[in-house]
């Protein structure tokens, strides 16, 4: 497919993120999905009128981002897009879905525990008494993009590891007939562990965005509290802010 690519030499912006600009909108949009291959180097830079160390830098910044990736025999490939996901009391699994990003799960846990101080205070019972455990990995693509483990009250709905794999947590509540009301939310970064990076296919120490969360109804009892991690180069959050009169 031949993109519409152009730049524009009198803008201050320079001319390597105009372009990386245009082809991070094409991957976004599905205009360029993942698979196709990007034309080379030296073909786009004739096209463009650039100088090859300008769409070296433009390419690059994208590989940076994971959104391409260089494949020796291959050339430069499309991975995916990054999702982006809106700060709205919205499921992982259904915003991937919106994305285009085929979600897979794998359930790595699903058992009852005794609750810690931690997920006691979270949920609003007593430190001990059982609680449900779900850690799930999240994939698109093939490829990992979160560690997900949440921490249910006892009772609250049937949590067959079969469906946690075909659909999101959020989903079997409403089926449960739970409904959503609000959450308290924080969101963090830190450096991966061992054990994370081999999860999540990151190098030890390499950046995370953490989220935690804590989830009510709309009778005002907390129904799940989450502790989730999440690669940074496939996903991030988005933020709408505005000026308090």
Request: with cysteine.
């Amino acid at each position: 497919m031949q993109l519409e690519l152009s730049v524009d030499r009198s803008s201050p912006v320079p001319l390597y993120f105009q372009l990386s600009q245009q082809l991070e909108a094409a991957i976004e949009h599905g205009t360029l999905t993942p698979g196709s291959l990007l034309g080379n180097e030296i073909e786009l830079a004739a096209r463009l009128g650039l100088s090859r160390p300008t769409v070296r830098q433009a390419i690059q910044s994208l590989v940076d981002k994971g959104l391409l990736v260089r494949r020796r025999g291959v050339g430069t490939q499309v991975v995916h897009s990054q999702v982006k996901r809106p700060l709205e009391l919205s499921s992982l699994y259904d915003d991937l879905e919106a994305a285009g990003q085929r979600p897979a799960t794998r359930v790595l846990v699903n058992t009852v525990v005794p609750a810690s101080a931690e997920v006691a205070a979270a949920l609003g019972v007593a430190e001990d008494s059982d609680v449900h455990r779900v850690e799930r990995l999240r994939l698109a693509h093939g490829e990992p993009m979160a560690h997900l483990c949440n921490f249910l009250p006892p009772g609250l709905i049937d949590l067959d590891t079969g469906q946690l794999e075909t659909t999101g947590l959020y989903r079997l509540m409403r089926a449960a007939g739970i409904t959503l009301h609000s959450a308290r939310q924080s969101i963090g970064a830190r450096a991966a562990t061992t054990e994370e990076a081999e999860r999540l296919a990151e190098e030890t120490g390499a950046p995370l965005l953490t989220m935690q969360r804590v989830t009510f109804d709309d009778t005002g009892r907390a129904v799940e509290y989450g502790t989730h991690t999440y690669r940074p180069t496939r996903y991030s959050f988005e933020f709408q802010l505005l000026v308090r009169t």
